[in-house]
């Protein structure tokens, strides 16, 4: 008796799909290369750039409420 050895095409198929299912599965989440840490860095220097421009806004608008009361202290 002898084994076939013609496989269907859905037979192929599946195992296709199953192999590109587990490489997909075992790939890092993350792009090659990439360090979580100096993600983390990144992070922290846009966070810093946005307080160093708020800072620079609340000081403007404290300086035009300043400005509002020597007026009104004119009137």
Request: proline content about 7%.
């Amino acid at each position: 008796m002898t084994t076939p050895t013609h496989t269907s095409p859905a037979a192929r198929l599946v195992v296709a799909l199953v192999g590109c299912i587990v490489l997909l599965w075992t790939l890092p989440a993350s792009p090659a290369g990439a360090d979580p840490l100096d993600d983390k860095r990144a992070e922290a220097r846009r966070i810093a750039d946005q307080l160093d421009g708020l800072g620079r806004s609340v000081s403007m608008l404290a300086e035009e409420v300043d400005s509002g009361h020597l007026e009104a202290e004119d009137l």
